[in-house]
């Protein structure tokens, strides 16, 4: 992932964490705490995701929580609720095609948007790791979607 850069429009909290997790090979960052008002401290498994930018074709890496299901990652195209979709997800749409850092190890994968039962049953494991998701939903007139990165030999 040497020629991926991060992309210019994180929160700097997500630059802060993504540097760790970067430099460290991924033996600092995979297992991210924080604390919720409300909810306490809370620890939430991280990956890097990488995606080819739809528009410059230029790599771009992007910190975001994950769970698992089968073999497969999946993440959650949230924006903490904004009304459009994170440009990751929008590189997934047009550019399936990924990297992903998961601690330590290094994954090529294909995400793909998770629909229907499969979508209803992710999104409720991911309320297990990241709660605020459920509020996030409610902010937005958007589906949020769930992404599967299915892991490719």
């Known amino acids: 992932m040497a020629e991926a850069k991060l992309a210019t429009n994180l929160p700097d ?17 995979h297992m991210y705490k924080t604390t919720l008002p409300g ?7 991280s990956l890097l995701l990488t995606t080819t930018g739809r528009k410059s074709g230029e790599k771009f890496v992007f910190p975001l929580y994950y769970g698992t299901t089968g073999s497969s ?3 959650v195209a949230s924006k ?14 047009a550019n399936p095609e990924v990297e ?11 995400g793909r948007t998770a629909t229907g039962e499969e979508r209803a049953r992710l999104w409720e494991k991911a309320l297990e790791f990241w709660p605020p998701y459920a509020e996030y939903q409610l902010k937005t007139e958007r589906e949020i979607p769930v992404v599967v990165l ?3 030999q």
């Open 150 to 152: 299915d892991p490719i």
């Open 13 to 29: 909290w997500m630059v802060e964490h993504a540097r760790r997790y970067l430099a460290s090979g991924g033996t600092d960052g």
């Open 80 to 93: 903490g609720g904004a009304p459009q979709h994170p440009g990751w997800y929008l590189n997934i749409l």
């Open 73 to 75: 990652y999946f993440v």
């Open 100 to 110: 992903i850092q998961v601690g330590t190890r290094k994954i090529k994968a294909r």
């Open 39 to 45: 909810r306490g401290e809370i620890t939430v498994p």
